[in-house]
C-alpha cells in the first residue's frame, strides 16, 4: 500500500495539511502578502489575512488559489512551500514525503499540472492528485469501494463538488465555481444595495460566520456589523438581521440546490435509491452556514448529515488515501 505521508486540501479560502499520525497540523487561510517592489514575502496564512485592506500600495495582499485552481503559480508555490516546511517541523519524516493533494473535480490538464508542479517543487518524493469528494468521503471512513451509491456535496472556498461516489470512482458529478467566499461577496453586496454601508473583506467574512443564514431561523438574530457609509464616507455600525441574510445569499444557494438536483436527476435509477437510503453527506466550511442541511433536505426530500469537522475533512481524506491509491493503480495496470 502507498504510503501517504502528507495530504493537502489546497483550496481557495484554505490550505488544510494533514501528517501521518499526527492528525491536521495546519489549517490556514489561502493568503500571501508581499512586497511590490521586491517581491519578498511578508507573510503567510493568519498572518497575511489579517493585512487585509490594511496596508500601503507598497504591501500586496493576495490570494493565489482561485475557484480551486492555481491562478498565480509563483506564489501558490511558495505558499505551498512554506505550509509544508512548517508542516514538517510538526514530526520528522526521513526522506521526502510522499504529498497526496486534492483538487475540485473536472478541472483541465493544464490545471491539475500547475498543483502537481507546485507540490513537487515542495521536495515531495511522489505526489498523488485527488479530486475533492472523493477524499471527503475517505475522511469520513465512507466505504467508497463498494458498489453503492454515495453523494457528496464538497462546499469550499471557491467551489462546490458534487458527486454521486461508487465502486471507487465518481459516476456524475458536477463542480460549481461558487462557495464559501461567493456568500461573503454576496453578503457585502446586500449591505451596500440596501444600506449604503460599505463593508470589508474581513467583516463581511466576520458577519458571515456569526449570523448567515440559508434557511430562516425561528428566533432570529442581529450582528453589529461595521462599515463605512457610501454618502458622507464616515464610520457607521448596524444590526444585521439572521434572517435578513438568507435573501442576501439566495442567489448562491440556489445555484448549489440545482446543481444537486441536476446531478440527482442525471444519475441511474439504482444510484439515486442508494443516495435516498444512504442520504447526502456535506462537507467544506461552507456547509456549516446555518440551515444548509435543512434546506438540502426539504428541497430534494433526501436526509442530510455534515461531516464531523467538514472543513478538515478533505485534508484527512487526502492523508488516509493510500490504501485507495493502491487499488487505482492496480486497477489501472
Known amino acids: 500500500m502507498y504510503r501517504i505521508d502528507i495530504g493537502i486540501d489546497l483550496g481557495t479560502s484554505k490550505v488544510c495539511v494533514y501528517m501521518r499520525d499526527k492528525g491536521i497540523v495546519i489549517n490556514q487561510p489561502s493568503v500571501m502578502a508581499y512586497d511590490r517592489k521586491e517581491k519578498r514575502i511578508l507573510a503567510v496564512g493568519t498572518k497575511a489575512k489579517r493585512m487585509l485592506g490594511k496596508t500601503t500600495d507598497a504591501i500586496i495582499v493576495e490570494k493565489p488559489i ?49 498543483v502537481e508542479d507546485a507540490i513537487v517543487k515542495t521536495g515531495a518524493k511522489d505526489v498523488f ?35 454521486i461516489i461508487s465502486a471507487g470512482d465518481i459516476s456524475y458529478g458536477v463542480s460549481l465555481k461558487v462557495g464559501g467566499d461567493d456568500y461573503t461577496d454576496a453578503l457585502s453586496r446586500y449591505v451596500r444595495r440596501k444600506y449604503n454601508i460599505e463593508l470589508g ?17 425561528k428566533v432570529d438574530s442581529s450582528y453589529e456589523i461595521k462599515g463605512k457609509n457610501m454618502m458622507n464616507g464616515l464610520p457607521v455600525r448596524l444590526d444585521l438581521g439572521a434572517n435578513e441574510t438568507v435573501e442576501a445569499l439566495e442567489e448562491i444557494t440556489t445555484q448549489i440546490i440545482d446543481g444537486i438536483t441536476s446531478v440527482l436527476e442525471k444519475c441511474e435509477p439504482e444510484l439515486a435509491a442508494d443516495v435516498a437510503k444512504e442520504g447526502i453527506l456535506l462537507s467544506g466550511g461552507g456547509c456549516q452556514i446555518y440551515g444548509m442541511d435543512k434546506l438540502i433536505t426539504e428541497k430534494t426530500g433526501i436526509r442530510v448529515s455534515i461531516a464531523d469537522d467538514p472543513d478538515q475533512v478533505v485534508a484527512a481524506g487526502a492523508g488516509l488515501a493510500g490504501e485507495y491509491i493502491t487499488v487505482q493503480d492496480e486497477e489501472s495496470k
Open 201 to 217: 473583506e474581513l467583516s463581511s467574512e466576520d458577519a458571515k460566520m456569526e449570523i448567515a443564514a440559508v434557511y430562516p431561523r
Open 66 to 114: 482561485q475557484h480551486g485552481v492555481i491562478s498565480e503559480y509563483a506564489l501558490a508555490e511558495r505558499m505551498v512551500k512554506a505550509f509544508v516546511k512548517n508542516a514538517l517541523k510538526k514530526r520528522r519524516i526521513f526522506g521526502r514525503p510522499n504529498i497526496c493533494v486534492t483538487v475540485p473535480q473536472g478541472i483541465t490538464e493544464v490545471e491539475r499540472r500547475a
Open 129 to 163: 492528485i485527488l479530486e475533492s469528494p472523493i477524499a471527503a468521503a475517505l475522511g469520513t471512513g465512507v466505504d467508497i469501494m463498494e458498489t453503492k451509491g454515495h453523494m457528496v456535496v464538497d462546499i469550499g472556498g471557491g467551489t462546490t463538488d458534487i458527486a
